[in-house]
C-alpha cells in the first residue's frame, strides 16, 4: 500500500527566509508525486509534480521540489518566503498502476512572519 | 471552464437523514473521486470511478454509495447520515491516469447532528 509522510505539523519561518517543507513517500514502482495547497476555507489548488525527467521541479508561485528516489522523499521548497504562502500544504502520491488515487500526506501548515 | 462543480456549497443534516453530494466537471476527464478532508488525518479516498458505469471503494467507502451514469457527472450519497461524517468532502477529476495532475472542487462542508 501506498503511504506518504509529513512530519511535521507546522512549520514557521520568517518573511524572506528560505522554506522547507518535507515530505517523504512509500510506494511500488515509480511514483506520480504532487503538492497541493489549501487556504482557510478554500480547495486544494494543484503547486507542482513530478512524474519522469529532471528531479528538479519548478511549479507555481515560485515553489519548486526535488524528487530524491533514495531517500523517497519529495520536499517542497522556496528561496524567499512571503505573508501569503501562509497555508496548509499537502504532499500526494499515486502508484504507477492500479486505482489512480492520491494518497495524501496528513498536511503542514506554514506560517510566515512579517 | 467551470473545472469541477461541488454543491452544496454547506449543508447541515440530522443524523439518520439521507442527501446526496454533487460533482460536476466539464473537462471530459475519464477519472473522478471523492476525498474526505478531516483534522490532522489529510484527505482519504472515500470511492472513485474511471470512467462511465465503473465504480470502485476506496480507504473509506462505508456509508457512502456512487453511481456514474455519465462522464460528466459523479454524486456521492450519504444514506443515513452519523455524526461521524461530519466533513468536508472534496470531488477530484483527473485525465490520462493523473499524468496531468488533479483538479479539485471547492468542496462540501457537511455537519452531521
Known amino acids: 500500500a501506498q503511504s506518504v509522510a509529513q512530519p511535521e505539523d507546522q512549520v514557521n519561518v520568517a518573511e524572506g527566509n528560505p522554506l522547507t517543507v518535507k515530505c517523504t513517500y512509500s510506494?511500488?514502482?515509480?511514483?506520480?508525486l504532487f503538492w497541493y495547497v489549501q487556504y482557510p476555507n478554500r480547495g486544494l489548488q494543484f503547486l507542482l509534480k513530478?512524474?519522469?525527467?529532471?528531479?528538479l521541479v519548478k511549479g507555481s508561485y515560485g515553489f519548486e521540489a526535488e524528487f530524491n528516489k533514495s531517500q523517497t522523499s519529495f520536499h517542497l521548497k522556496k528561496p524567499s518566503a512571503l505573508v501569503s504562502d501562509s497555508a496548509l500544504y499537502f504532499c500526494?502520491?499515486?502508484?504507477?498502476?492500479?486505482?489512480?488515487?492520491?494518497?495524501f500526506g496528513s498536511g503542514t501548515r506554514l506560517q510566515v512572519q512579517p | 471552464n467551470a473545472g469541477v462543480t461541488q454543491t452544496p456549497k454547506f449543508q447541515v443534516l440530522k443524523t439518520g437523514q439521507s442527501m446526496t453530494l454533487q460533482c460536476a466537471q466539464d473537462?471530459?476527464?475519464?477519472?473522478m473521486s471523492w476525498y474526505r478532508q478531516d483534522p490532522g488525518m489529510g484527505l482519504r479516498l472515500i470511492h472513485y470511478?474511471?470512467?462511465?458505469?465503473?465504480?470502485d471503494q476506496g480507504e473509506v467507502p462505508n456509508g457512502y454509495n456512487v453511481s456514474r451514469s455519465t462522464t460528466e457527472d459523479f454524486p456521492l450519497r450519504l444514506l443515513s447520515a452519523a455524526p461521524s461524517q461530519t466533513s468536508v468532502y472534496f470531488c477530484?477529476?483527473?485525465?490520462?491516469?493523473?499524468?496531468?495532475?488533479?483538479?479539485f472542487g471547492s468542496g462540501t462542508r457537511l455537519t452531521v447532528v
Open positions: 477530484a477529476s483527473s485525465q490520462g491516469g493523473g499524468r496531468y495532475g488533479y483538479t
Open positions: 470511478s474511471v470512467g462511465a458505469g465503473i465504480t
Open positions: 473537462m471530459n476527464h475519464e477519472y
Open positions: 513530478y512524474i519522469t525527467g529532471d528531479n
Open positions: 510506494v511500488s514502482g515509480n511514483p506520480y
Open positions: 500526494a502520491v499515486r502508484a504507477p498502476t492500479g486505482r489512480r488515487a492520491l494518497t
